[in-house]
């Protein structure tokens, strides 16, 4: 079945307990991406790949970290969380680049920091 | 830069058809998606325009006029599950290349009996 998934689902940490948060997808998309989402604001890019080894900031990066040394993986890090991180997170992909590609979305990451 | 509008909250009623409305602002334009997201759960796609005009799927259809920066996605015969938000999300070039969506903070709608 084509999916992408996250985990974990729900998470409750500490303020400066670094986290990872992990995407896989195997559709083979070359495109993935990271969106919070908050009350009133919407979903929000964090971070974007176009391909392995190329990433890039979304709108709202600071405070997150990410990599893609693989095609299926791009992990969302928080190396020292803070209480204003605390959001629903959701991990996307599509096709490539094109306009008009489909994005699917994870399940969706729900943090909470204390 | 982007500017999406679209109501926050609509109301109907069973069986009945809503309409709605989603206005936006994007530099370097290329196609709008709408998705439906339930309360706790990922966002799911609806429809894409990219060209002017009416685009039907079944009992969902999204409208796009790229000259007066409007798109609508209308509902028809309205059932309980479709109480859902509705994210509108115009997709813009990036200068480096590939697109980026935007997403709208969405339309809550309730389905009543």
């Known amino acids: 079945e084509a999916q992408v998934t996250q985990n974990p689902r729900y998470l409750i940490t500490v303020t400066g307990k670094k986290l990872t948060v992990t995407c896989s997808q195997n559709?083979?998309?070359?495109?993935m991406s990271w969106y919070r989402q908050d009350p009133g604001l919407g979903l929000r890019q964090i971070y974007y790949?176009?391909?392995?080894?190329?990433?890039d900031k979304g709108d709202v990066p600071e405070g997150y970290k990410v990599s893609r040394k693989e095609k299926r993986n791009f992990p969302l890090i928080l190396e020292s969380p803070s209480p204003n991180q605390t959001s629903l997170y959701f991990c996307a992909s599509r096709q490539d680049r094109g306009s008009g590609n489909e994005q699917f979305f994870g399940p969706g990451t729900r943090l909470t920091v204390l | 830069g982007q500017n999406i509008d679209q109501p926050t909250e609509m109301t109907a009623t069973e069986g009945a058809i809503v309409q709605i409305n989603c206005t936006y602002q994007?530099?370097?334009?290329?196609?709008l998606f709408w998705y439906q997201q339930h309360a706790g759960e990922a966002p799911t796609f609806l429809s894409y325009n990219v060209l002017d005009g009416l685009e039907e799927k079944g009992r969902f259809s999204s409208f796009l006029s790229r000259s007066k920066g409007y798109s609508y996605l209308l509902l028809k015969e309205l059932q309980m599950k479709d109480s859902a938000s509705y994210l509108c999300?115009?997709?813009?070039?990036?200068?480096?290349?590939?697109?980026?969506?935007?997403f709208g903070t969405g339309t809550q709608l309730k389905v009543e009996l």
């Open positions: 999300a115009p997709s813009q070039i990036l200068t480096g290349g590939g697109n980026k969506l935007t």
């Open positions: 994007t530099s370097g334009f290329n196609g």
């Open positions: 559709m083979n998309h070359e495109y």
């Open positions: 790949s176009m391909n392995v080894e190329v990433t």
